[in-house]
């Protein structure tokens, strides 16, 4: 399948270098970047969506970008001005929020791929904390935060299932390989109490000496505190999700044969060879090491005496 960068090179080719090199820096790539944020508000909005977005952009301010403006945006009537400002901004998750009649204090999540809405998530905000009304210290600007889903709707229905995928999409843009327990210093807990309510809390991690190996671990809440009911979705079909999360091969570490690694990360490997015949093979032999003849060994002792008897000879003769 053509992406839109590939068509949007046949259809009107870069006349300058610039410009080819930006249609060449939004081409996929193999290992992608870590994922940006577009914080944009709607064309009214509350004071409550203003303080929740702002809240959201202190959590993402290392990978995100708060549009300050109103933007007369409807994501579910028409998403082709988002999709256009996503591009712009080389970002692929966005937060809009909003306010009116019909909808008060709405929140809404979504993601994109290929340059079109993949997901949606729509949200009305029925409690919120500020990050200022709570007096503990902040969490430092990057930390990877550990993400604790509780409730069976997850498992239960496919919708928040993607849910789920999308919020781990959304906080853990990073991927690691391994934890240190001594740098676990914050969490978020996502909570499904009900079908359509959705509880999201954060914590920081205390750990205090406890007498054993061990340490004792201590949540003290410090914001984002969010109750959010769902009101709406728009999930991509199954057909694109699969194309979505389709992994090239290339970026697909397999598993090598006769390699392992130890614990102090040392590759070790084992080498299959054929029998081989040492008494054939070619050997390299030193002067010294080889044997002599007996006939061989009583000439050289013969020339030794010789030679030395000259010598006495020759001592005589000039004294």
């Not at 550990?146 to 498992?155: K, M, R, T």
Request: hydrophobic residues 35%.
């Amino acid at each position: 399948m053509t992406t839109s960068n590939e068509i949007a090179k046949k259809v009107n080719p870069p006349k300058t270098r610039k410009g080819k090199k930006i249609l060449e820096s939004r081409e996929p790539l193999i290992v992608e970047n870590d994922k940006k944020t577009v914080i944009l508000k709607g064309a009214s909005t509350s004071g409550v969506i203003n303080d929740v977005l702002s809240d959201i952009f202190k959590i993402r301010r290392h990978n995100g970008v708060m549009m300050n403006q109103n933007n007369a945006i409807l994501p579910f009537e028409d998403s082709a001005p988002l999709c256009e400002m996503l591009k712009k901004k080389d970002a692929s998750l966005f937060v809009y929020g909003n306010h009116n009649k019909k909808r008060p204090h709405n929140l809404v999540f979504g993601r994109t791929f290929d340059g079109q809405i993949l997901d949606m998530i729509e949200f009305g905000v029925t409690s919120f904390k500020k990050l200022s009304q709570f007096k503990s210290t902040k969490v430092p600007l990057g930390a990877k935060p550990c993400l604790i889903f509780n409730g069976d709707v997850f498992e239960k229905f496919p919708d928040w299932g993607i849910i789920q995928n999308y919020f781990c999409d959304f906080f853990c843009t990073t991927k690691t390989s391994s934890i240190n327990l001594q740098g676990l210093e914050y969490v978020i807990s996502i909570s499904a109490v009900e079908p359509d309510t959705l509880l999201l809390r954060s914590y920081e991690v205390n750990m205090k000496k406890s007498g054993a190996d061990s340490p004792y671990v201590e949540l003290v809440e410090i914001g984002v505190s969010l109750d959010l009911k769902l009101r709406r979705t728009q999930l991509a079909p199954p057909d694109i999700r699969k194309q979505a999360m389709k992994v090239p091969k290339a970026a697909k570490i397999g598993k090598t044969k006769n390699i392992t690694h130890d614990m102090a990360g040392t590759k070790l490997a084992t080498v299959h060879m054929t029998k081989q015949n040492i008494a054939e093979m070619p050997q390299s032999k030193m002067k010294g090491s080889k044997r002599k003849e007996d006939g061989e060994e009583k000439v050289v002792k013969k020339k030794k005496v010789e030679s030395s008897e000259a010598s006495e000879e020759q001592a005589m003769d000039t004294s």
